[in-house]
Nanobody, 122 residues
């Protein structure tokens, strides 16, 4: 496939869980960094978490302790386990890859999926 394809989004009550998956494009390189970004209504796009090729992870403060990012290089797939969801987690979630974790937010140096919508209601 030409682009990353995200899945697993949906509507969930606050306190619930969702697991996002990202099937990477045919261009994906397993040594690349992988991450999740989200775009919430009225807010700037933000990085949620990333995971480097050899395992180190980084999380936004807002999701620490609730979200877990993981990857399966053999399946070329990225995951985001989201627990104890809050209404402020609502947004479009994007799978992003890049040769360097510091480049994930640079469109010229990264590859993006089309996103999957997550809606958390109270």
């Amino acid at each position: 496939q030409e682009r990353h394809v995200e899945s697993g989004g949906g509507s969930v009550q606050a306190g619930g869980s969702l697991r996002l998956s990202c099937e990477t494009s045919k261009y994906f390189v397993t040594t690349h960094c992988m991450g999740w970004f989200r775009q919430s209504p009225g807010k700037d796009r933000e990085e949620v978490a990333h995971i480097d090729s050899d395992g180190p992870t980084k999380y936004a403060d807002a999701v620490k302790g609730r979200f877990t990012i993981s990857r399966d290089n053999a399946k070329r797939t990225l995951y985001l386990q989201m627990n104890n969801l809050k209404p402020e987690d609502t947004g479009m979630y994007y799978c992003v890859t890049s040769a360097d974790c510091g480049w994930l937010n640079l469109p010229v140096h990264s590859s993006w999926g089309q996103g999957t919508q997550v809606t958390v209601f109270s």
